[in-house]
């Protein structure tokens, strides 16, 4: 099982980035796959995910919603997480996590002017 996450970079407030996920060893049409975020001294924040294995259902966290959709491509293999909008406060590492407990490295969101 392996979780590979990419995308990320440095942007400024307002700009855009999109993360992918993308998954071996297992199919993601079977999971719930989701989108982690840590900043050094704060929390852990489960930011997005998406019910993969049956309705395609979503969650965000209060703190994305209206500004980063999450979306999944089985053909691919892959989940991305597109982030619009982006403020300062969104800068962390974010991790792509299935939800059965198996996390991939993280990819480092920068958000500053």
């Known amino acids: 099982v392996q979780l590979q996450a990419s995308g990320g970079g440095s942007v400024q407030p307002g700009g855009s980035l999109r993360l992918a996920c993308a998954a071996s060893?297992?199919?993601?049409?079977?999971?719930?796959i989701g989108w982690f975020r840590q900043t050094p001294g704060k929390q852990r924040e489960g930011v997005s995910c998406v019910s993969m294995a049956d309705d395609h259902s979503t969650y965000y966290s209060d703190s994305v919603r209206g500004r980063f959709t999450i979306s999944g491509d089985t053909a691919g293999n892959t989940v991305y997480l597109q982030m619009n909008s982006l403020k300062p406060e969104d800068t962390a590492l974010y991790y792509c996590?299935?939800?059965?407990?198996?996390w991939g490295q993280g990819t480092l969101v920068t958000v500053s002017s």
């Open positions: 996590v299935r939800l059965t407990g198996d």
């Open positions: 060893g297992f199919s993601l049409s079977d999971y719930s």
